[in-house]
């Protein structure tokens, strides 16, 4: 299990930006492949971005990519999502995950989620 801190949520209004941290403590991330995936109210998790335990590779989902830029520091233990002209529909609670795959993108342990908000 990981127990990962997330850092960054809160309520933003459209066009405007945030940026998700996940610490990772008690287990180290570097050789896992990590993820973000969210739920909106009524909805399904669905997958965000991953990127490969080195870094190298990236994966984003249609809705978010050319906004969303998934990044690693595997010296801090922590996963970045870096979050620019944010939309209404990007309102959600967002999970860091990781130790799965990059295609299909699935994880194999889960950090708590962290609600961002975004206002019209």
């Known amino acids: 299990m990981c127990s990962c801190r997330r850092l960054g949520g809160g309520l933003v209004q459209a066009g405007g930006s945030l940026r998700l941290s996940c610490a990772a403590f008690?287990?180290?991330?570097?050789?896992?492949?990590m993820g973000w995936f969210r739920q909106a109210p009524g909805k399904e998790r669905e997958f965000v971005s991953v990127i490969s335990w080195s870094g190298d590779s990236t994966e984003y989902s249609d809705s978010v990519k050319g906004r969303f830029t998934i990044s690693r520091d595997n010296t801090k233990n922590t996963v970045y999502l870096e979050m620019n002209s944010l939309k209404r529909e990007d309102t959600a609670v967002y999970y860091c995950?990781?130790?799965?795959?990059?295609?299909?993108?699935?994880?194999?342990?889960w950090g708590k989620g962290t609600l961002v908000t975004v206002s019209s």
């Open positions: 995950g990781g130790g799965g795959t990059l295609k299909p993108p699935r994880m194999a342990f």
């Open positions: 008690g287990r180290t991330i570097r050789n896992y492949n």
